[in-house]
């Protein structure tokens, strides 16, 4: 059976209940005018910006900078893309390349295959030409022809400049080392003694005794250049060569 309730508990509840009516219509009074004044609040007046009156100046600078860079490099460079010029019309680097290729191209190609096939052996083999054997040797052939003018006589004759000279006489003398290396050469008394027979007009009025070293190093060569071919020849058959020209 339910408890009854006092009228003196019935009449606090009523009041409790008024007072918590009264404090919801208040708060929601102050939202409501919290939501009016804020919709009535006016945005800050957006000003235009104004960019600083140096952007354009210094993308001008820029500009002009990159300019004149691209200008100097294009002329000290211009020799990669132009050969050159005739009544001002530009003759291009790939065209003077491409005519050479056609007339020049297989030769060429054979001297670079030479080339990278002779490096590779000498690092196999480890052989290393120094300057001052470079020097001995040039020397030697500057003797041989009769002296610094005769020997620069000759380099304009067949169009090399010394450096280019240097180079030829330190292949020699690699491929040289590398026929030592690879083969036995011996030059007999009986050969020196043929020679020497068989040139004698080269040999006016000179004693055997006299040239018979001379002759044993031009056979000496011969003999090594003999073998030179030999073995190069092996070497490029060999290779796997693939022109695409």
């Given amino acids: 059976m339910a408890k009854s309730m006092s009228p003196k508990t019935i009449n606090k509840d009523k009041s409790e209940m008024a007072e918590i009516k009264t404090k919801i219509k208040k708060s929601v009074k102050v939202i409501k005018k919290l939501r009016v004044d804020s919709s009535q609040e006016s945005l800050p007046e957006l000003k235009e910006v104004k960019r600083p009156p140096f952007g354009f100046a210094v993308k001008l ?5 990159l300019g004149t860079v691209l200008y100097l490099l294009a002329q000290k460079y211009r020799g990669h893309f132009l050969a050159g010029t005739v009544n001002s019309s530009p003759i291009l680097r790939w065209e003077l390349n491409q005519k050479m290729a056609e007339k020049y191209g297989k030769q060429t190609f054979d ?3 030479n080339q990278r096939l002779l490096e590779s052996e000498l690092k196999k083999n480890n052989i290393v030409i120094s300057d001052k054997e470079v020097s001995d040797e040039t020397a ?14 000759a380099l ?11 180079d030829s006489i330190r292949q020699s003398l690699s491929l040289k080392k590398i026929i030592e290396k690879n083969y036995k050469i011996e030059i007999t008394e009986d050969q020196i003694k043929k020679y020497f027979d068989d040139n004698k007009t080269q040999f006016t009025d000179k004693k055997f ?4 070293t001379s002759i044993k190093d031009t056979l000496y060569q011969q003999e090594v250049y003999s073998k030179t071919q030999e073995w190069f020849t092996g070497i490029r058959k060999a290779a796997k060569i693939v022109p695409f020209i």
Avoid at 61 to 65: F, H, K, M, S, T
Avoid at 156 to 166: I, N, R, S, V
Avoid at 209 to 212: G, H, K, W
């Fill in 61 to 65: 600078v820029l500009i002009v900078a």
């Fill in 140 to 153: 030697k052939i500057i003797k041989e022809y009769g002296g610094e003018e005769a020997f620069k006589a």
């Fill in 111 to 113: 001297e670079i295959v």
């Fill in 156 to 166: 304009t004759q067949y169009g090399l400049t010394e450096d280019k000279a240097k």
């Fill in 209 to 212: 005794e006299d040239v018979s």
